[in-house]
């Protein structure tokens, strides 16, 4: 089993930045593509950014230039460095954790308004 725990959301202005981190515990492979996706209210899921085993990463082209995504091995723990957030950022951020097995976090929300 695998658990994932999201923390980092809340609300901030436009411009802002937040840094939302991702916790993964229980029987993890460090072979595992890491992963944010976020959902705003009304809309389907989305991609935001991955990150394979050996540090490729892939982001939206929304959030191109503006988040990082990162990860701290030892730690078993994802990052997602948000700068320059904008209103169209508001949504749920979960995490997902991807080695054959698919496992979601419980989400955290962010606000971006002033």
């Known amino acids: 089993q695998v658990q994932l725990m999201e923390s980092g959301g809340g609300l901030v202005q436009p411009g802002g930045s937040l840094r939302l981190s991702c916790a993964a515990s229980g029987s993890i492979s460090s072979f595992a593509t890491m992963g944010w996706y976020r959902q705003a209210p009304g809309k389907q899921r989305e991609l935001v950014a991955t990150i394979t085993w050996n540090g490729n990463t892939n982001y939206a082209d929304s959030v191109k230039g503006r988040f990082t995504i990162s990860r701290a091995y030892a730690l078993n723990t994802v990052y997602l460095q948000m700068n320059s957030l904008q209103s169209g950022d508001t949504a749920v951020y979960y995490c997902?954790?991807?080695?054959?097995?698919?496992?979601w976090g419980q989400g955290t929300l962010v606000t971006v308004s002033s």
């Open positions: 997902k954790y991807n080695r054959g097995l698919e496992v």
